[in-house]
């Protein structure tokens, strides 16, 4: 896959990763100091497995000059999730994820307009009914990328909710609904019930729907949004990590955690509020935004 993104993007995301790039600026030429490198990586959230597996390699070669491929073998080692193959007929059914305040609303409608401006058609259900202003967000993002929404009153089954709007999808014709969910994750046994039980509903109008799961993270997050990764993980059959926030303040090594701990890719990058704002992950562009 290749970023759908202009070169500005591509400088946004390098910008968005400049305080990671600043922590792991390490010359070529320089004589390895693989303490200095090690206390480096954890610094930069790529977590002690991948940390361990990078030094390993590197000191088997007696030198980082070899960094920068170590990073793609890591990031290219999570196999794309055959669930998320293009289904047999329409529509592909996508359920996003994660706790509160990571962007999901937002990223619910940058994956619709991303759909849409590559010319199929996608709906977007709002399946948060726990809090209040989910359903209004996603209204108003939804008519900005030129989508229709499938809701329903505040309190009302999230479920039902979900198979008014795979029904929708199906009885139209639509090419892509994606779900948007509730993210109270200090209630995390309800949640991943209620998630769980989506996930049935979804398959009993399409068969094998969900066909795409995935976790927004907050890039900022850094090492604890791979332990809200790791909760979800548990109880969901995730296809993928969409990170959001990519800013200045990204702990961008966190990449590099998912796909050595979790086994999970990163599918998806954001880089702004505007809804054209998603990047479609590459890693060796990811890997020469990180580390220059």
């Known amino acids: 896959m290749h970023l759908v993104a202009s070169g500005t993007f591509r400088e946004r995301l390098k910008a968005g990763l400049a305080r990671t790039r600043e922590i792991l600026s390490f010359g070529p030429s320089e004589t390895p100091d693989w303490d200095a490198l090690e206390e480096s990586l954890i610094l930069a959230d790529v977590g002690i497995p991948a940390t361990a597996e ?3 390699r590197l000191r088997g070669r007696g030198s980082a000059e070899s960094l920068r491929d170590e990073l793609m073998a890591i990031l290219n080692g999570p196999r794309y999730p055959l669930s998320a193959a293009k289904p047999a007929a329409p529509p592909r059914v996508t359920m996003i994820v994660g706790v509160n305040g990571v962007g999901k609303t937002t990223t ?8 849409v401006r590559r010319g199929a058609s996608a709906i977007v259900v709002a399946a948060d009914t726990f809090r209040a202003a989910a359903q209004e967000q996603l209204a108003i993002l939804a008519k900005r990328v030129g989508v229709d929404v499938v809701g329903g009153s505040s309190g009302r089954d999230p479920a039902s909710i979900v198979h008014d709007g795979v029904q929708a999808g199906l009885a139209r014709g639509i090419d892509e609904v994606f779900v948007d969910t509730a993210g109270r994750l200090h209630t995390k046994q309800p949640l991943m019930d209620e998630l769980t039980k989506i996930e049935r509903v979804a398959s009993r109008v ?13 890039a900022t997050f850094g090492s604890n949004g791979l332990m809200q990764a790791r909760q979800f993980a548990q ?9 959001t926030k990519m800013d200045g303040t990204a702990k961008g ?3 590099l955690a998912i796909a050595k701990e979790l086994d999970l890719p990163v599918r998806y990058v954001g880089v702004g509020e505007n809804v054209d704002d998603l990047l479609e992950f590459d890693a060796e562009e990811f890997v020469d935004a990180l580390i220059g």
């Open 54 to 56: 990078i030094l390993e």
């Open 108 to 115: 619910v409608a940058k994956l619709a307009g991303l759909v």
């Open 206 to 218: 399409v068969p094998e729907a969900p066909h795409e799961t995935f976790l927004v993270m907050d």
């Open 235 to 243: 109880s969901l059959n995730l296809t993928g990590i969409i990170l």
């Open 253 to 255: 090594g966190v990449v």
